[in-house]
């Protein structure tokens, strides 16, 4: 028997329960967790090539345990993809709302804007709309204004009198990647209508799939809610790389500041590294900022810290190597944090992309995630390698990110070596060497 779901006969060629529109990290788990609660689901996204490999039953990201449950729920006749959207009962936008090109870090809701055009043109009387992804405050009222505008047929919550015709609603993600189907599933959800029934539509929605408490709100409180959570890690991160920053200097090891301040009941100090990546946390305090700029110096500068620390890095670095001429450099990891193989905004890929364009084939980058190096390698001289050969030949081992196979490597095969480790992993390496760079650990 084929692995390959048919495309015929399955009760999915049905009118569709719910449209999820945006097939990506966020879209496709939650189009399939919505699947498997027994929802007929359609896939909307503009990549043909994504549609394929959903309607084979395939994905074409990476997450935990997702593949499997994409193939059972196609192959059940729950979920298919689509270019094309249909008639449905729910839609759930989740498409990207990145910086716009033209300025600094102001949001670009076009996406989701022309996704809402193309629900516009099959909406009905009944109908929920639900915007999942990150946005600006009053970015749900935008949306639905604009649909106001196309489908002028249909009464739009809070623009005219009486019960509406459809319902709008903002109700965030707040999933960890490598974590999401189980926290898409047992995560509290906050659920902003743009009026309160608004919100009672979408809450028995959500309630189909989702375990956690899901409590309703306004929508532009929601918007903001998603925001501030991002910038709430954001600020906490960059207290902690201004105390790494502070600590080098003066020669301090920032890993045992922290231990010992943690150890107050009321002090939880987070993680220094070489600077925030990934695609939430580095994004989307901008909005808030871009919002309200004057009213918002502590969250600007928590970015501005953020962002400086990757410099901060790349200097120590830098000086590490200076000091050992003509060893062999070993970058530990590119992802933009531990145990994941997403290296898209990642400060170690920057910061191992500056070394091998400075030091071309004395750096030797290990990233047990990647099957070959970025394109920005290309022409350096740097080469992927694997832990064991890094851990024989290099003299200088440079730790940019906490993967789980780096944090267990014992003491014994690092002796000898000099070492910058960013992310604390390796707490009995030996202390500094007098003459080295502040804040490096060094193989006494
Ligand atoms: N990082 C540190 N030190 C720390 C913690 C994190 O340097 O102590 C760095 C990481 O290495 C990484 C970056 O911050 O480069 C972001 O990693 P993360 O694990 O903090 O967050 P993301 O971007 O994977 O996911 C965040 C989460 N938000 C919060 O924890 C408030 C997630 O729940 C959101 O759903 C996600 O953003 C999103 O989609 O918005």
């Known amino acids: 028997m084929s692995n390959t779901p048919s495309s015929s006969s399955k009760p999915n060629d049905l009118k569709p329960d719910v449209c ?12 399939a967790i919505i699947a498997r609660a027994g929802c007929r689901v359609l896939g909307l996204d503009v990549t043909q090539s994504v549609v394929d490999t ?8 990476e997450e935990v345990d997702l593949d499997g449950l994409v193939h059972g729920v196609v192959q059940r006749g729950l979920l298919r993809a689509s270019t094309r959207i249909e008639p449905s009962d729910v839609f759930v936008i989740a498409v990207p709302t990145p910086f716009a090109k033209d300025d600094h870090h102001s949001p670009d809701i076009s996406y989701v804007l022309a996704a809402a055009s193309e629900v516009a043109a099959v909406l009905k009387a009944g109908d929920t709309v639900i915007l999942e992804s990150t946005s600006p405050v009053g970015t749900t009222e935008k949306m639905r204004d604009m649909i106001a505008g196309l489908r002028p047929d249909l009464k739009m919550p809070g623009l005219t009198a009486g019960t509406p015709d459809v319902s709008i609603a903002y109700c965030p993600e707040r999933v960890l ?11 509290d959800r906050s659920i902003g209508g743009i009026t309160p029934r608004c919100a009672r539509k979408a809450l028995a929605f959500y309630k189909r799939f989702v375990r956690g408490t899901c409590i309703t709100t306004d929508a532009r409180s929601a918007e903001m809610t998603k925001l501030v959570e991002n910038a709430y890690r954001d600020v906490n991160i960059a207290f902690a790389n201004e105390l790494s920053i502070v600590s080098d200097r003066m020669g301090l090891d920032v890993w045992e ?9 009321r002090v939880n100090i987070l993680s220094p590294g070489p600077g925030v990546g990934g695609h939430c946390i580095a994004v ?5 900022v871009h919002g309200a700029p004057e009213d918002t110096p502590l969250i600007r500068t928590a ?5 400086k620390k990757i410099h901060h890095v790349i200097a120590h670095a830098t000086a590490l190597v200076e000091a050992h001429p003509g060893a062999k450099i070993a970058c530990l990891g590119l992802a933009f944090k531990a145990n994941i193989d997403d290296f898209r905004e990642s400060p170690a890929r920057l910061v191992a992309a500056t070394l091998a364009r400075r030091y071309g084939s004395r750096v030797h980058v290990v990233e047990p995630y990647a099957a070959q190096l970025p394109r920005e390698f290309t022409d350096t001289g740097a080469h992927l390698i694997d832990l064991d050969t ?6 200088v081992l440079v730790v940019l990110v906490d993967h789980d196979v780096f944090r267990v490597v014992p003491l014994a095969e690092r002796s000898g070596k000099a070492v910058y480790d ?8 030996p202390g500094e060497v007098s003459g080295a760079p502040a804040g490096l650990r060094l193989a006494s």
Do not use: K, M, S
Not at 423 to 429: A, E, M, T
């Open 20 to 31: 999820v529109v945006g097939l990506g990290y966020i879209g496709l788990p939650t189009a």
């Open 284 to 288: 989307d305090p901008w909005f808030i």
């Open 422 to 429: 960013t992310r604390g992993i390796w707490p009995d390496q």
């Open 54 to 61: 959903i309607n084979r039953g395939e994905i074409h990201i």
């Open 177 to 187: 990647p490598g974590r999401i189907l189980e926290e898409l599933t047992n995560n």
């Open 390 to 395: 890094a851990l024989e030949d290099c003299d």
């Open 257 to 265: 500041v922290i231990r010992l301040a943690n150890r107050h009941p």
């Open 303 to 307: 970015r501005e810290v953020n962002d």
